[in-house]
C-alpha cells in the first residue's frame, strides 16, 4: 500500500485529526454552575467592561484560527474549502504537537477578497491569532495585508512567512558552515508566488547582496512588462543589475538557488555554471526543481529539499509552531520583520556550531526544543519591537 492510499485508510480511521477537549469536568452541581450558569454571567460581565479580559478569562490566549478559502491547497489548486479540511486539520494538530497551542481549522466557502476578509474580522475576537494557509497568490497577499490593517492580534500567511523563515534559517548555517556572508551572495530564484515573494523579501531585509527572481516568463526586471503588479513590485527591488533572459541564464554566476516552483526546471548544467560549492535548496514538492543526487554530481556544497527522505528537509514546522507560541505569550499585537529574524536564527541556532555538516544544516523537525527556542525569540522580539502587550 503506498502512503496515499495509507493515509486515506487512516483518515478513514481517524474521522478527523483533532477533537475538542474540556479543561474542567462537570460532574456535579458546583461545577456546573461555576463552569456554566450563574456563575459564569460573571466572567461575561468582566469582558463586557475591558474586552481584553477575554485573554485571562477564556481559552483565547492560546487559541489560534488556521484559516483556508480552499484556493491553493499543497499542490492540487483550488479544490474549495471542505476539500482543504484535511490540511487545515493536519495544521491544527502541528500546532498542538509542537509548540502546545490550541488551533481550530476553519474552511470559508468563498474565494471573493472581500468576504474572505470581513468573515475573519467578524471571528476574529474568538481567537489570538490567525493563520492564512493555502490561498492563492496574487489574493493573499491583499487579505493579510488588509486583515493586518483591521485587526490587533497577529495576522501570518504561513504559505509565505513560514518558508521564508526556514529559508533563512537554512541560509544562516549554510553560511556558517561554509565560511560565508549572507550579504555577500547572488542568489538566483525559481518561483515568484506567495513563498517566493516573501522569501526574496526577508532575505532582501538580511542584506543578501542580489536577487534574481524568474517567474514563468524568466527573469523578472524592471522596465520589462510584468504580468502582476506584485512582480511589478519586486522588480524594483531585485536584480540591480537589470540581467535579462531565462532561468538558466540566471543561474551563471550565482551563489544559491531557491527554488519555490516546479519539478525539473534545473539542469546539471545550470548548477555546473554557478559559482564555487553552491547551495541549491530546491523545493518544489513532491519533485524538486533538481534531484539531489544530480545536484551533487554537478558540484552543489549543500542540498536542500522540502522532502523528509533527503538531508536537509526545508519544513515550516521548525517554525510556525514556535511563532505563534511567542506571538501569544506577549499577546503581540502582530508578527513583524524582527520577529520572522528573531525566529529564523533561533532555528538555525538549535544546530549547534560543532554539529554542522552539508548534510545537516537544519534541525530535525522532531527536536522538541525549536518551538520553545523559537518562541522565546518571538517574544523577546515583539516587545524590542513595540508590538507586545505584556512583558517577559
Known amino acids: 500500500m ?3 492510499e495509507a493515509s486515506l485508510k487512516k483518515h478513514e480511521e481517524w474521522q478527523g485529526k483533532i477533537e475538542v477537549i474540556s479543561r474542567t469536568r462537570i460532574n456535579d452541581k458546583e461545577t456546573l454552575s461555576l463552569a456554566y450558569t450563574p456563575g459564569v454571567a460573571k466572567p461575561c460581565l468582566e469582558i463586557e467592561k475591558d474586552p481584553e479580559l477575554s485573554y485571562k478569562y477564556t481559552r483565547r490566549s492560546n487559541l489560534v ?11 492540487l489548486g483550488n479544490i474549495g474549502g471542505i476539500a482543504g479540511m484535511p490540511v487545515m486539520e493536519g495544521k491544527c494538530a502541528l500546532f498542538k504537537e509542537f509548540a502546545d497551542v490550541d488551533a481550530f481549522p476553519l474552511c470559508i466557502k468563498s474565494n471573493d477578497t472581500d468576504e474572505i476578509v470581513r468573515t475573519i474580522e467578524l471571528i476574529s ?14 489574493r493573499c497577499f491583499e487579505i493579510e495585508q488588509r486583515l493586518k490593517e483591521k485587526l490587533d492580534i497577529p495576522v501570518f500567511h504561513d504559505d509565505q512567512h513560514g518558508t521564508a523563515v526556514v529559508v533563512t534559517a537554512a541560509l544562516i548555517n549554510a553560511c556558517k ?24 523579501k526577508m532575505l532582501l531585509a538580511m542584506n543578501v547582496k542580489e536577487i534574481i527572481m524568474c517567474g514563468s516568463r524568466g527573469i523578472i526586471c524592471k522596465g520589462e512588462p510584468q504580468k502582476y503588479s506584485t512582480h511589478e513590485e519586486m522588480a524594483k527591488i531585485t536584480n540591480r543589475q537589470h540581467r535579462k533572459g531565462t532561468l538558466a541564464d540566471a543561474f551563471k554566476g550565482a551563489d544559491v538557488f531557491i527554488g519555490v516552483s516546479k519539478p525539473g526546471l534545473v539542469t546539471k548544467e545550470m548548477v555546473e555554471s554557478m559559482n564555487k560549492d553552491p ?8 519533485t524538486p526543481e533538481i534531484m539531489p543526487d544530480e545536484a551533487k554530481a554537478a558540484g552543489a556544497y549543500i542540498i536542500g529539499t522540502g522532502r523528509s527522505d533527503f538531508p536537509n528537509q526545508i519544513n515550516n514546522v521548525v517554525a510556525f509552531p514556535g511563532i505563534f507560541k511567542g506571538a501569544l505569550k506577549v499577546r503581540a499585537t502582530q508578527i513583524n520583520e524582527a ?14 556550531d560543532s554539529e554542522l555538516t552539508p548534510d545537516y544544516i537544519l534541525p530535525n523537525a522532531f527536536d522538541r526544543k525549536i518551538a520553545d527556542a523559537v518562541c522565546e525569540a518571538v517574544a523577546k522580539a515583539a516587545i524590542d519591537s513595540g508590538v507586545a502587550k505584556l512583558k517577559l
Request: proline share 3%; charged share 15%.
Open 2 to 4: 503506498d502512503i496515499m
Open 65 to 75: 484560527a488556521v484559516i483556508t478559502d480552499g484556493s491553493a491547497v499543497l499542490g
Open 125 to 138: 475576537d474568538s481567537f489570538g491569532g490567525i493563520n492564512l494557509e493555502d490561498i492563492s497568490a496574487p
Open 177 to 200: 558552515l561554509s565560511g560565508r556572508k549572507i550579504e555577500d551572495l547572488t542568489i538566483v530564484m525559481s518561483g515568484a508566488g506567495a513563498a517566493g515573494i516573501a522569501i526574496a
Open 279 to 286: 547551495f541549491i535548496f530546491a523545493m518544489s514538492n513532491p
Open 339 to 352: 520577529m520572522k529574524i528573531a525566529a529564523a536564527n533561533a532555528i538555525a541556532g538549535c544546530v549547534a
